[in-house]
């Protein structure tokens, strides 16, 4: 769904190359989207973006029950990049991970890393569920780019491949780490990534093999137990509004 | 539901008052919790608080099917008060709105203020469920009190009757204000409130009715468009690690 107080509201993700006076083809969900959601017809306004081409403005062109297409206007925004900031978190219950899921997307996160854990109930995700909230998300945000939803993959395998220099916001349920403010003010902008463990806390193997990694930043979020949605959301805040683009 | 890495792992708010040796009567609502979803029995250990006399072991001493009664053991933890931190928002739609209500009393909000604006399309709030969601969140997240949910009023009233001494962070969807970490940055902790407009801002009446009032702090949540629900959390957020109980 689109923002209220833009001009055209309606703005869509498309695969597809943007540029001035290409004709670009819905598929079905996005024809039955702007013609039955939407209500749109031929020569209405909206936004198209692709996540590198930048906001184009765009007009309808056909609009049927199984397909369509859409006309590109001119250029709106130029491309930009969300900061380079990845989530890391073991899945949870459906209804927190959809709040984690499209939050995370609002808050600018450029990748998603569901990882398993020795704690974690919940085995896997669905992967085309987590593609469509995060694309609905960045229509409704004006984010340029889509995150990105990577397969899920063992915490060791996850923080063995995270390159050296990505520093990693260890979100500590024990509350040994460091008031989230005071650690922030000591670090710099740069790749980073916010690490989210199990309601319940990740393992003692587990806290060992994060402790280990000289780019970990172990933090506490208060003295409240958050849930794993909230403490996501909070981290994610933290860094865009230290380190970020809130700047 | 109480967190799993606590033990007893289970904290029930009750309203009555709590000492050693105590026999605290349960509703029909708590033995049923107690009896059929958490399978207590007699004898078997929890943690009970009350908002003002701190959190006491106690244990089942009889457990019914429209009621119980536990015994209240020793003292656990003393009570101490969440920050003096409000939340004034307008209402939104039912899972957005109980995400929101949820967060608050997890991120540690005293208050909880729902407004009527010119382009609030939601007019009201379910109070019994609010009241059921902040004490559930306040069992869960280990804190003391539970949040007050007030009666929803025309924004105009609760700006007028808001302390001169308690400072309201307002989170400006027009972006105009100051990035939220540096506006807070020169801020002192003591009496907060943070203001959530609707979906689509404020009108601009509303806005400069906000902005005549000299305890508005105007923020900018960064550059995408946050939901009303995140908005909020992000701001609590910021509010807790930079002025409250999370330093």
Chains 1, 2 share one sequence.
């Not at 029950?65 to 206007?73: E, K, N, T, Y």
């Not at 995270?162 to 008031?179: H, I, K, N, V, Y």
């Not at 463990?197 to 958050?226: H, N, Q, Y």
């Amino acid at each position: 769904m689109a923002s209220s107080h833009t001009a055209p509201s309606i703005r869509l993700y498309v695969p597809h190359d943007l540029s001035a006076a290409a004709v670009v083809p819905l598929d079905e969900k996005q024809a039955h989207y702007l013609k039955n959601v939407m209500r749109l017809g031929p020569g209405d306004a909206l936004l198209v973006f692709n996540g590198r081409d930048g906001e184009w403005r765009a007009t309808v062109d056909a609009l049927g029950r199984r397909d369509g297409a859409l006309q590109v206007g001119d250029l709106a925004r130029a491309h930009i990049d969300e900061p380079d900031l990845w989530l890391v978190f073991t899945p949870i219950k459906k209804a927190r991970l959809d709040v984690l899921i499209e939050k995370a997307a609002e808050l600018g996160a450029a990748r998603l890393i569901p990882v398993l854990s020795a704690h974690t109930s919940v085995r896997d995700i669905n992967e085309s569920r987590a593609q469509a909230l995060v694309i609905e998300a960045a229509e409704q945000c004006g984010r340029m780019t889509v995150p990105e939803v990577v397969p899920i993959a063992p915490l060791s395998a996850v923080l063995d491949a995270l390159p050296e220099d990505r520093r990693l916001l260890f979100c500590d349920e024990s509350g040994a780490g460091t008031p989230v403010a005071t650690a922030l003010a000591s670090e710099a902008p740069g790749p980073w990534a916010v690490l989210i463990g199990p309601e319940g806390g990740f393992s003692p193997d587990e806290r060992a093999m994060i402790a280990a990694k000289p780019f970990a930043v172990p933090v506490a979020l208060g003295p409240r137990v958050l849930r794993a949605d909230t403490s996501a959301i909070a981290a994610l805040t933290m860094v865009q509004a230290h380190l970020g683009d809130w700047r």
